[in-house]
């Protein structure tokens, strides 16, 4: 048996080869932008292939073969028919940058007369900016780049791509052999890096590579996805406002979507300062209140995104911030380009996972805990309880009260039938129920707004004739959900009972007196009432405040996440039923969820 090496020449074993890594790091710089494309393309092709594989049992390299030869065919026909109208697209793009500034440059302020003895002048503050501005349109010695310079690749961009043809498919045929041979024997690299790992550490470098899959997994289906929904919403919203060069805007607002927070803000002032100079193609209006239109419908959009569309594509894989990803943008520019700009968020993701990792072990900590057990609903609900006593209980109608009325989902159902193929007939159900509660919210908005403008009775005539001509139940024909009469009698002797509805005053006070439960109610708050409309609190604090008791003091019961959020914009108590439109995973923000509203009374 040779000598074993002395700790001495360990380390410096290990601190040669770190050196050596760090100097081939930099020798290879030029090589690092296709390298992580070819990395990039084998984890794509590899991910679709394992499921092939898995659902078919067919050859892994044939499949390798058969998705590369696509891969090989797009790239062959794609820029050649995106690529004329993506050029003549960032040169229109380009030249209305350029007008803009040109006319920012060239805007003087008038000053403005507050009162007969106070004048704002804002000429002194904006000179600076119009001197800044026009440094970008006129060069000379230490000024800024030309704004023509830095926008002339977009502008002439065939001929760079011909002066960088050769460059370019050397490039293409590097990426596609690498990733073909490392997506091709992707099992035998797998199971040569775990072979090689001591025993004892494969556990968890097994959980941590399958945590940096996740990493990477998250962006590329849910940011990419983003990049395109956000940029297709755009738009199509700019179009249809009127905003000049509005493909360009959508463009801009998808990319823009690989730097968290601060890319859609600058997406949105580029969007807005355009109308505010050019104005609108077909909008009779001023360009102030067509760019504050504009600014709203960015600013709405926004909303949107990091209240819906984040938490259900994107998750919470890649939770970083901003500022994080913007100096991480600003370095992967200078590593490699565009590509090191978009590859930021998940790169720094992926650090950080690994530096965590190596910080708990040196540490001597578990670096993937498991997670601790959460309390039972029994448990968290009877918490909730002893810190905020409840005095009142608060009942949605529809869905709560109210028998859910089938025929509604059924009449939608029957006309998705179109998409049988895809959708068998129980999944059809489940999607026409998830459409009528996802359409709450809109529908009480533009109820509030109707009702701002005056035009609420239109609105209600118009919805009543449309439910008769579709069969669907009126109010005479209610039921109450089986066992709720029961319970509310029960809960009446101990809380103070009212109902919160979207329903006018007519029709919950019918219902009310059709089965005796009228004089179970100290409050009725209908949409008669409030001039908002769940999900905003105010419907539930002006029942509270008509039951004389503070919100954090009431319980809200319904059966949507519309009531839900209601509940919790009011700070009051929140409790899911399930025996109307919502579903459990909906109401998974309520405190308590229950199968139906009959339960109640078992858990006050």
């Known amino acids: 048996m040779s000598n074993r090496w002395t700790p001495f020449i360990k380390q410096l074993v290990i601190v040669v080869e770190l050196a050596a890594c760090i100097w081939l790091f930099f020798r290879v710089e030029i090589m690092l932008a296709p390298l992580a494309l070819a990395l990039l393309l084998a984890f794509l092709v590899t991910r679709g292939v394992n499921a092939v594989v898995q659902r078919t049992g067919w050859s892994r390299t044939l499949m390798v073969v058969v998705a590369y030869l696509i891969v090989i065919v797009l790239l062959a026909t794609v820029p050649a028919v995106i690529l004329p109208r993506l050029v003549a697209l960032l040169t229109g793009f380009s030249n209305t940058l350029i007008k803009v500034v040109s006319e920012l440059a060239r805007a003087d302020p008038t000053p403005i007369e507050i009162a007969p003895n106070l004048i704002l002048d804002l000429g002194p503050f904006y000179a600076p900016i119009g001197q800044f501005l026009n440094s970008f349109l006129t060069p000379g010695p230490g000024a800024l780049p030309n704004l023509q310079d830095l926008l002339y690749p977009f502008a002439s961009g065939a001929a760079v791509v011909v002066r960088g043809a050769v460059t370019t498919l050397l490039t293409v045929f590097f990426v596609l052999v690498i990733s073909f041979y490392i997506a091709k024997d992707w099992p035998s690299i797998s199971r040569f890096v775990l072979t090689s790992i001591p025993e004892p550490l494969r556990p968890e470098l097994q959980t941590l590579w399958r945590e940096l899959g996740e990493v990477w997994d998250a962006f590329l289906r849910g940011q990419l996805t983003m990049v395109l929904v956000m940029g297709v919403i755009v738009w199509i919203a700019m179009m249809i406002l009127g905003v000049r060069n509005a493909p360009a805007l959508g463009l801009v607002s998808g990319f823009a979507e690989f730097i968290p927070g601060v890319g859609p803000t600058v997406a949105g002032v580029i969007g807005f300062l355009i109308a ?56 992967g520019a200078q590593l490699a380009g565009v590509l090191g700009i978009l590859l930021a968020a998940p790169t720094i993701a992926s650090v950080r996972l690994v530096f965590a990792y190596a910080f708990h072990k040196l540490m001597d900590e578990d670096p993937f805990p498991a997670p601790a057990a959460e309390p039972s609903q029994d448990t968290f609900w009877r918490s909730r309880l002893s810190e905020r006593p409840v005095q009142a209980v608060l009942f949605d109608l529809d869905g709560t009260l109210i028998e859910t009325d089938d025929q509604i989902v059924a009449s939608l159902a029957r006309r998705l039938a179109f998409l049988e193929r895809l959708l068998p007939a129980a999944k059809r159900m489940r999607v026409a129920r998830r459409m009528l509660m996802t359409s ?26 449309l439910h008769r001509w579709g069969g669907i139940r009126t109010y005479e024909k209610l039921l109450p959900v089986p066992g709720a009469p029961a319970m509310l009698r029960s809960l009446s002797e101990r809380y103070r009972l009212a109902i919160v509805t979207c329903r006018n005053r007519t029709e919950a006070t019918a219902f009310l007196n059709q089965y005796g439960l009228a004089d179970l109610f100290q409050a ?45 914009a009011a700070k009051a108590h929140a409790v899911g039923v399930l025996c109307g439109f919502g579903e459990r995973k909906d109401l998974e923000a309520a405190d308590l ?12």
């Open 440 to 465: 709450e919210v809109v529908v009480n908005g533009v109820i509030t707004l109707m009702d701002r403008l005056r035009l609420d009775g239109l609105l209600f005539r118009l919805n009543d004739t």
């Open 593 to 604: 969820v229950i199968d139906s509203t009959a339960e109640l009374g078992a858990w006050l």
């Open 276 to 331: 505010l100079i050019l104005g609108p193609t077909w909008l009779p209006l001023p360009n102030l209140w067509f760019a504050v239109i504009v600014g709203l419908t960015y600013f709405l959009l926004q909303q949107i995104e990091n209240m819906y569309l984040l938490p259900h594509i994107v998750g919470r894989r890649i939770d970083l911030h901003p500022v994080v990803v913007i100096i991480g943008a600003l370095a």
């Open 524 to 568: 009725v708050v209908t949409r008669d009432d409030s001039s908002r409309l769940k999900p905003h609190p105010m419907p539930v604090r002006l029942a509270a405040r008509q039951l004389d008791v503070p919100p954090e003091a009431c319980v809200m019961v319904g059966d949507t996440s519309v009531d839900v959020r209601s509940a919790k």
